[in-house]
């Protein structure tokens, strides 16, 4: 496996799931209104295609595109079902969009706030789901760098 290439993707992965994902964007990829939804997505990986471009930079510009390509179609992919799959696993009246400090939060025992009470009844799926989502996002990427 070609580790520069994986750990330059994982740095774009890392960016566009983390540090340019909105609550605005979580809201809107978890609205009953498709389109919205599809926008949403959309525009989460469009973040994501245009990272890997850059992040990609001493590869030549066709790598670079088939790279960005396929990773954010796969990205859009898993992203647009876990919303679908989010709708089995939590009664959707309950359901709230979590902030990072809301989890660190309620992980070192603040439990009284609304995500506290969410997380009392979810915390496990919550995890499982997040779990699954970013291992097959690591999967798409080091199957990429594999088979490349």
């Known amino acids: 496996m070609n580790m520069k290439l994986f750990f330059l993707l994982l740095a774009a992965h890392i960016c566009g799931d983390f540090f340019l994902y909105s609550t ?9 209104d498709v389109i919205k939804r599809l ?3 959309f525009l989460h990986c469009f973040f994501h295609f245009i990272l890997i471009l850059l ?28 919303v679908h799959v989010e709708g089995f696993l939590y009664d959707k009246k309950d359901f709230i969009i979590l902030k990072r400090k809301d989890v660190i ?7 009284n706030s609304e995500s506290g009470t969410f997380m009392k009844r979810y915390l496990k799926r919550w995890i499982v789901i997040n779990i699954a989502d970013q291992g097959l996002h690591l999967s798409v990427i080091s199957g990429f760098v594999l088979f490349i």
Not at 24 to 29: E, G, N, T, V, W
Not at 57 to 82: C, G, K, N, Q, T
Not at 105 to 111: E, I, K, M, Q, V
């Open 24 to 32: 605005r964007i979580s809201r809107a990829k978890r609205t009953s």
């Open 39 to 41: 926008k949403a997505v």
């Open 55 to 82: 992040w990609l930079m001493p590869y030549d510009f066709i790598f670079r595109l088939r790279a960005a390509l396929y990773i954010s179609i796969i990205h859009f992919i898993i992203d647009f079902s876990r």
């Open 105 to 111: 939060s309620y992980l070192f025992g603040n439990r």
